[in-house]
């Protein structure tokens, strides 16, 4: 077996492993762009052509104009996309139940063409750094409880996602 064959065969073992929070798929350059100018188009209260969006689904007021089949798909790269907290905030200091949910999602659309999602999701989680956290689910009544807030942008096809890059994870005091 030659090194480079050894190499790729290692890589392989070690892939599904490995966690990626964003997926480019196929037009994902593309995608990428519009993303762009749609935030910069919709920076405002009001979107300047050809842009527009509408709130499509919120957890909390319970409004949902998705279907099921986008929805579950929406989820899961929620769920995906969370999979990074634990390298970076988790390890900062906060504690979460690892129960993601999705919150909030936005069409966004050109020329009445649906673009892709921008979501919101959120995981319950405590800030255990000061309140004497010992590793069990207990001790954490004496802990700042929130939620760990991300955004990310999804293709129609949800075959590209990105976390946006306004609103990284970040630990909101107080959120239920």
Same mark, same amino acid.
């Given at each position: 077996?030659? *090194?480079?064959?050894a190499?790729?065969?290692? *890589?392989?073992?070690?892939?599904? #492993?490995?966690s @990626?929070?964003?997926s480019?798929?196929? +037009?994902?350059? %593309?995608?990428?762009?519009?993303?762009?100018?749609?935030?910069?188009?919709?920076?405002?209260?009001?979107?300047?052509?050809?842009? /527009?969006?509408?709130?499509? $689904? +919120?957890? &909390?007021?319970? $409004? +949902?104009?998705?279907?099921?089949?986008? %929805?579950?798909? *929406?989820?899961?790269?929620?769920?995906?996309?969370?999979?990074?907290?634990?390298? #970076?905030?988790? #390890?900062? !200091?906060? $504690?979460?139940? %690892?129960r993601?949910?999705?919150?909030?999602? @936005?069409?966004? $659309?050109? +020329?009445?063409?649906?673009? !892709?999602?921008?979501? &919101?999701?959120?995981?319950?989680?405590?800030?255990?750094?000061?309140?004497?956290?010992n590793?069990?689910?207990? #001790? @954490?009544?004496?802990?700042?409880? !929130?939620?760990?807030?991300?955004? /990310?942008?999804?293709?129609a096809?949800? @075959?590209t996602?990105? /976390?946006?890059?306004?609103?990284?994870?970040?630990?909101?005091?107080?959120?239920?």
């Open positions: 077996m030659t *090194l480079k064959l190499l790729i065969a290692l *890589l392989g073992f070690l892939a599904p #492993s490995i @990626l929070a964003d480019m798929g196929p +037009n994902g350059d %593309k995608f990428y762009e519009e993303a762009a100018h749609y935030e910069n188009s919709c920076y405002q209260k009001t979107c300047t052509a050809p842009y /527009s969006h509408k709130i499509v $689904y +919120n957890q &909390r007021t319970r $409004y +949902n104009k998705l279907d099921q089949r986008t %929805k579950v798909i *929406l989820r899961q790269v929620a769920i995906q996309q969370a999979t990074l907290w634990g390298d #970076s905030l988790l #390890s900062d !200091g906060y $504690y979460s139940v %690892k993601t949910r999705l919150d909030h999602v @936005l069409a966004f $659309y050109k +020329n009445d063409t649906l673009i !892709g999602y921008k979501i &919101r999701y959120s995981e319950k989680a405590w800030d255990v750094r000061d309140c004497g956290f590793g069990r689910r207990d #001790s @954490l009544v004496h802990c700042p409880q !929130g939620r760990i807030v991300e955004g /990310s942008y999804v293709s096809d949800a @075959l996602y990105f /976390s946006d890059e306004e609103r990284y994870a970040e630990f909101a005091f107080g959120l239920k």
